[in-house]
């Protein structure tokens, strides 16, 4: 039993750092502008757009905890990127068992999951099962009208289907380039086993959250060594260091229960629900939090337009919620431990590369 | 045990162990730790005394000691805090001083774990008063018969630590370990096997207290309340990351790498996750959950009282928050 990160997902870790180095000034451009440049997506879809898609259903390759480990450290510098989405949707397409022959080549593939206002978890009302699917999936980030749409539906079934016609929204977060989905047509595939499919797309949005909490609390802790009061660095005085310090445990806590997830659906582990549903809740309550400690940190300039806090608290807030309340999660975590109980599977090779 | 080779699964053949990763130690103590079997009656002597003799005793000490803490035959005890030296542990006062053959110890230990019954101690003192507070600390393998150790009675009226009383003791040159003034240097080795072996079995603890309460719900028939089945899927995704952040860190630690600070993360993670599962199985009891005539409810209110303490010792989570602060985000000193 070993739980490093290979050679593979370090390099993999290095290269969405290079990739992303700039990528908190063109999140700011796009804030600013509204207008999202083409590069890199261009370049992430076309070398990653497939990682961690199986080789024998047209993909590159790898597993999900590469995949996750790639897209933690796109998130740490908040790379406002299309991929990470059409990686979730993937997942969910390759956890479903869809074809993935049907995005033709190149074919972007977008999330669609929610369908009412303040829905609950689970509770989607569109009927996939229908020969022609009529009806609409609300904020679904970077959908337009040449995507496919990897969609939830009611009855736990999930598909892909063509988007009819897009209604734009404006997020907190408009590198996301949310809009309103309407649906109207022929499924081209479909499958059950939704609810399960769509944790494993989520994990992948979840690292990209978690990544964002990273960088808001490494970004702090660089400001807290040079803002000086009182004579000193403020990073010096507990009231600061403990506070991030705190933060830093529950993301990692929250990585440990992703990279567990994602090895948990690598091996299609019995417990793989509760395993996703634990790490997406946490890391849904721990982003957030690490986030708003590392405005608190940065004291009145934190609240300013011009630095940089609000920025990862507002892809934090975006990302989040697509992945539902983390106390649904954590409550059908709970029911199965109090009908069943838990079932641990000890790795018998390496937990986070299975091979 | 012994008898059969199943103490010291990790130490090396020539000293009478297995020669077995730190992991299948790991998983022989969680296994164990999972059907509540008590801990080895010489935990301290196997996990810490042993293992810091193994890296700088003399072959004398080596040959003397080592197979005797796994027979069993020598129990060992820690005496390295103090009264005045807590959190600031090099901070000690414990004074020796050099006589003929020897040295004479005056001084106070305290939250001895297993004094009552150790025949050893790894006994820091202070000889070079003059030096800096971490120069001057001498480390001994010390015999313990003419220390005046008394119980201190904790919050849940449990005696697990002891206080000792060290007044004009005679230890020999043979029990001195390495140089006279250099003890600060291994009892960071010692702080470190602490650290390094307890990660998983951690998490069994924890696991057991989520299990205890999942039988209370069960036996109060609330099962199926989702704001019980709310509180249960938190405790279970906090006790899942007690243990991989364990394997984590047990893994890291089996590349080579010393203990780091992922096994302060696992300190705080685990004394904060049991203490609430604990505080949570009295109050999901109601107004029964505090009767102390009844077993069922005073075995849970023992349990939480106990739990107060794992936020304290093995090092505080402040301790702890600073190390993370300092090592981890790189920030200055924070005292």
């Known amino acids: 039993m070993s739980a490093v990160l290979s050679d593979i997902q370090l390099e993999l870790m290095r290269i969405a750092r290079v990739i992303s180095e700039d990528g908190l000034r063109r999140f700011r451009d796009v804030l600013q502008k509204n207008s999202l440049e083409i590069e ?21 390759g790898g597993g999900l905890v590469d995949l996750l480990v790639f897209v933690e450290g796109l998130g740490r510098n908040l790379e406002p990127n299309r991929f990470v989405h059409h990686a979730a949707a993937l997942q969910v397409m390759v956890e479903a068992g869809l074809n993935i022959g049907v995005l033709g080549t190149m074919q972007d593939v ?64 408009p590198s996301l380039s949310l809009a309103d989905i309407e649906l109207a047509g022929r499924p081209l595939d479909r499958a059950d086993g939704g609810s399960n499919a769509l944790l494993r797309g989520q994990l992948v949005l979840a690292a990209s959250v978690l990544g964002a ?8 802790a660089e400001y807290a060594k040079t803002r000086h009061q009182f004579g000193r660095p403020i990073g010096s005085f507990q009231g600061i260091a403990h506070m991030l310090a705190d933060a830093y445990v529950d993301v990692e806590a929250a990585w440990s229960l992703l990279l567990y997830a994602g090895w948990s659906y690598e091996v299609s582990d019995g ?31 934190g609240v300013t337009w011009e630095a940089d806090p609000h920025l990862y608290i507002r892809r934090i807030l975006a990302v989040n919620s697509q992945l539902g309340q983390a106390t649904h999660h954590y409550r059908q975590v709970g029911s199965r431990l109090a009908t069943s109980g838990p079932t641990i599977t000890v790795a018998s090779s390496g937990l986070f590369s299975p091979t | 045990m012994h008898a059969d080779g199943w103490a010291g699964m990790s130490w090396p053949r020539d000293f009478g162990g297995r020669g077995l990763s730190a992991t299948e130690d790991a998983i022989f103590n969680s296994e164990s730790a999972s059907v509540n079997a008590p801990l080895p009656i010489n935990l301290v002597g196997m996990n810490l005394a042993g293992p810091t003799i193994m890296m700088h005793g003399s072959e004398t000490q080596k040959s003397r000691y080592l197979h005797r803490i796994l027979s069993g035959q020598e129990i060992w005890c820690q005496g390295f805090s103090e009264p005045g030296s807590g959190s600031d542990l090099a901070s000690l006062t414990t004074k020796a001083t050099k006589v003929e053959g020897g040295w004479v110890v005056n001084g106070q230990k305290v939250w001895t774990s297993s004094g009552h019954l150790a025949h050893k101690c790894m006994l820091l003192t202070r000889t070079h008063p003059e030096a800096s507070k971490h120069k001057g600390i001498t480390y001994f393998l010390a015999d313990t018969k003419d220390f005046d150790i008394r119980p201190l009675v904790m919050i849940n009226q449990d005696a697990e630590f002891n206080e000792m009383f060290i007044q004009d003791v005679f230890v020999s040159d043979d029990d001195l370990l390495g140089q006279p003034g250099d003890g600060w240097r291994y009892a960071l080795s010692t ?6 072996t307890i ?12 299990e205890k309460l999942i039988g209370i719900v069960t036996e109060l028939g609330i099962q199926d309340d989702p704001l019980v089945q709310e509180r249960l899927g938190r405790f279970e995704a906090e006790v899942e990351a007690i243990r991989i952040t364990g394997i984590r860190a047990m893994s890291s630690l089996e590349n080579g790498s010393v203990p780091g600070p992922e096994s302060s993360i696992l300190k705080i993670l685990w004394a904060r996750t049991v203490q609430s599962i604990n505080k949570y199985s009295i109050e999901v009891r109601g107004a029964t959950g505090v009767y102390a005539d009844d077993r069922a409810s005073s075995y849970v209110v023992h349990h939480y009282l106990r739990s107060r303490g794992h936020s304290i010792e093995g090092g505080s989570d402040e301790i702890m928050k600073s190390i993370i602060a300092e090592r981890v985000l790189g920030l200055p000193k924070s005292r």
């Open chain 1, 40 to 60: 890199p997506s261009t370049t992430l879809m076309r070398d990653f757009g497939l990682l961690a898609v199986p080789e024998e259903r047209g993909g590159d």
């Open chain 1, 110 to 173: 977008v999330l669609a999951v929610f369908d009412a206002p303040g829905q609950v978890w689970g509770d989607w009302h569109l009927d996939m099962s229908k020969d022609v699917v009529r009806g609409w999936k609300l904020a679904v980030p970077f959908a337009t009208t040449r995507s496919l749409a990897v969609v939830v539906g009611a009855n736990d079934q999930v598909g892909v289907i063509g988007i009819a016609s897009t209604k734009p929204r404006t997020g907190i977060d």
């Open chain 2, 191 to 196: 702080l470190s096997f602490e650290r390094g």
């Open chain 2, 199 to 210: 990660g998983y079995t951690l998490q069994v603890w924890a696991r057991r207290a989520l």
């Open chain 1, 213 to 220: 909490s990273r960088g808001a609390l490494l970004a702090a």
């Open chain 1, 271 to 301: 417990n793989r629900r509760s395993a996703a549903q634990s790490a997406i809740a946490k890391s849904i309550s721990t982003a957030l939090y690490a986030s708003e400690r590392a405005l608190q940190v940065h004291g009145g300039i």
